[in-house]
């Protein structure tokens, strides 16, 4: 019996595709959770003695249900899907350029091992963080942008090029479209933990399975989003406050580094308020990331028949033209031949 030809794997610039693909589909779906986790980030708890609302947005929000209620009824739906442009350009950059970084990074280590073996926790949590630190230099601006869209008050909607001028013409001048990037850096933990636990998790639920099935992919990335996104509340938040316009407390005043935003929380909310949007933090983290990985894997599937199937295509071409070089040839020998003309004896 022959034996069954192993189809090859997926070059780089494949593996950041699929991710991408899988990565825009997940967050269109799960936008308005955006949207929502954004905006109880940067809100600042109103206290009694307070004369006027502290943060840019008046409306306050007491949960994700409640948010939802009062963006519908005062934007409408439309205000749910506020800066999603952005949004997507912004998980697409950066999940392409993640999955291509770390799918070089993590080839160029396994080439290194003189025996095969899969990757310790730590190197894969130290590959991911390497991956997701590049990819972060690269991509921050359109999140600035995405930020400041999703947190702009009714009044004052502005469109993608528009917000960028506003973040360019602030103090910080060009340079403000990389604010938060030392928060970012430090966040790289968050897909370092998150695809470091996947491959951990998948070796450990699944040894040896190579395909994974949807619910598999789905519950795999789910527990990896939930373990990350616990651990590194405290530094989303904070850096959702470097990105957004400065609260209304701090009459214009921008935050400079993410230990001034936390201790501003900490002051005026108390501790526990590094870890508010939790809720929509987590189901967002959850969904996208389940979504996610049970996209890409189907997306690598996809694009590895795909090339297989063009190479095939490709190399029936080439024969086909080779034959008909060789046919071509022969024709013109036999024409040669038969018009040569006869020596008399």
Known sequence: MASKTALPPLPPWGNALAGATGAVIANALVYPLDIVKTRIQVQIKRRPEDPEPLT????HYNGTFDAIQKIMKDEGITGLYSGIE??????????FAYFYWYS???????STQKLPKPPTTAIELSLGAL???IAQ???IPVSVVTTRQQTQPK???RGLFDTAREVIDSEDGYSGLWRGLKASLVLVVNPAITYGAYQRLKDVVFPGKTNLKPWEAFLLGAMSKSLATIVTQPLIVAKVGLQSRPPLARKGKPFKSFIEVMTFIVENEGPLALFKGMTPQITKGIMVQGILMMTKE????????LFAYLRRLRAKKLKKAADA???KASEVGASAKQSMPTIAK
Request: aromatic share 8%.
């Open 56 to 59: 840019v947005d008046r409306e």
């Open 86 to 95: 952005g949004s997507l350009i912004g998980v697409a950059s950066t999940n």
């Open 104 to 110: 070089v990074v993590r080839t160029l280590y396994l």
């Open 131 to 133: 991956a997701g630190a």
């Open 137 to 139: 230099v690269f991509t």
């Open 155 to 157: 009044s004052d909607k």
């Open 298 to 305: 189907r997306m690598e599937i996809l694009f590895v028949l």
């Open 325 to 327: 070089l060789a046919s």
